[in-house]
């Protein structure tokens, strides 16, 4: 995997990977940056979202488990030295759909395989940060 990351002025950055696409990240004004983008520790906490989010609606998807709509909120309390690295993540993984109690079993485990198997962004986040895991079911 490449990625190619370029300054676009000052400390707002542009980046391109190997998939081609174009991603904007920039710093706050403290730091020199225009608050124009997402900064780079949000991009990591929405990575995880996404590699996560990806298992779940796919291992789902195998085990023929029906929701209406699904969401997860992510929690990150960073420590207070630099390099400030985050110490604690939560996510709330929330279900929306019918009798979804009856499928528990299944979310649950959809849910601890990405964290345990799959998502690779989870594997190096839990490293260095407790990862906390929630589930709603609405």
């Known amino acids: 995997m490449k990625i190619e990351v370029f300054q676009a ?7 391109k990977a190997d998939s081609n696409h174009w991603v904007v ?5 403290q730091f020199g940056g225009s608050e124009a983008a997402t900064k780079p520790m949000e ?8 590699c996560t989010g990806m298992d779940v609606i796919s291992l789902l998807k195998k ?11 992510i929690n990150g309390d960073r420590g207070e030295e630099y390099p400030k690295p985050f110490i604690r993540i939560e996510l709330d993984f929330y279900f929306k759909g019918t009798d979804l109690e009856s499928k528990r079993d299944k ?16 594997a190096m986040l839990s490293k260095t940060a407790e990862m ?4 709603h079911l609405e």
């Not at 990240?25 to 004004?29: E, I, L, P």
């Not at 906390?132 to 589930?135: M, R």
């Open 25 to 29: 990240m920039d710093s706050s004004n």
């Open 132 to 135: 906390v895991y929630h589930i």
């Open 43 to 50: 991009m990591l906490l929405m990575s995880l979202g996404g």
């Open 9 to 15: 002025k000052d400390a707002t950055l542009i980046s």
């Open 107 to 122: 979310i649950e485990k959809a849910v601890f395989l990405s964290r345990d198997k799959y998502c690779g962004v989870s």
């Open 63 to 73: 085990m023929k488990v029906d929701y209406h709509d699904f969401r997860i909120e």
